[in-house]
């Protein structure tokens, strides 16, 4: 019998779990998403919110909010979408779209690697991702 060395490594990975909460504990920014995992060629990061983000959409790729805690609004140029914890939407790509949050919000987003925060729009509110 032969050894695959690529399956010996996969079997030998310690997979650990994420603490969300944990990990929301160790930043008070807001607006600035960080990145607590990979998957394929996508990124999961947390990021807290509170007031109005700016209007953008993002050409390339739809966008998925699931909020923890508190109570998120999207809004859209025709419709807002409010979400509350355990709640998810996806965006869909290229659609105009503007979160707020009059009290703080905590949410999870799923995106492909490399996706700008503010999209289209650029600006102060644009964020580099950390990992955390
Ligand atoms: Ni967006």
Known sequence: MTIN??????????VEPIDL???????DEHWSPKRV????????KVVKIVGDFVWHSHDETDELFLVI??????QFRNHDVVLGPGQLCVVPRGVEHCPR???????LLLEPAGVVNTGNAGGDLTA?????
């Open 5 to 14: 060395p690529q399956e010996t490594q996969a079997k030998s990975t310690r």
């Open 21 to 27: 909460a944990a990990k929301l504990e160790l930043f």
């Open 37 to 44: 995992a990979q998957l394929n060629d996508y990124d999961v």
């Open 69 to 74: 805690s508190g109570r998120l609004t999207i």
């Open 101 to 107: 949050a009059d009290d703080e919000v905590t949410a």
């Open 128 to 132: 580099a991702v950390e990992d955390i």
